[in-house]
């Protein structure tokens, strides 16, 4: 049973951003990451929020934003997105995704998820 959902924004003309972001950082020999990615994103809604924060696998960046960290072999993918508390079950809303390439997030892709979220709010 689920105890909370992932959904993955669109903009307003139906382009997913989470994709679109992710495969343009992908060679083609590593869009095997997506599927795999599709997989365990199922499997960490099966874990309790708190359970993924105490691990480490959910990290609260900044007011309402928050990174998501999925490890798949030696390819570790980031999401950044926000969470709807008022929806049953809770469902986080994917904003960006990216392949890690340094410790820090990249100052450019907290700009890009915050303004994201303003335009997702506007809806």
Known sequence: MEKWTIELCESINGTC???????????IKDRLVLER???????????DIEHLKKTGKLEK?????YKLKF???????????FFDWAASPPIFYVLLA???KS??????????AKERY?????K
Do not use: M, V
Not at 17 to 27: F, P
Not at 61 to 65: G, P, R, S, V, W
């Open 17 to 27: 951003y989470a994709e679109k972001d992710l495969l343009g950082e992908l060679a």
């Open 61 to 65: 960046i900044e007011d309402a934003l």
């Open 118 to 122: 303003k335009d997702y709010r506007k």
């Open 37 to 47: 990615l599709t997989k365990t994103r199922i499997k960490f809604t099966s874990y």
């Open 71 to 81: 490890a798949l072999g030696n390819t570790h993918i980031r999401y950044l997105g």
């Open 98 to 100: 990216f392949r890690k």
């Open 103 to 112: 410790l820090k997030i990249p100052p450019q892709y907290i700009a890009i």
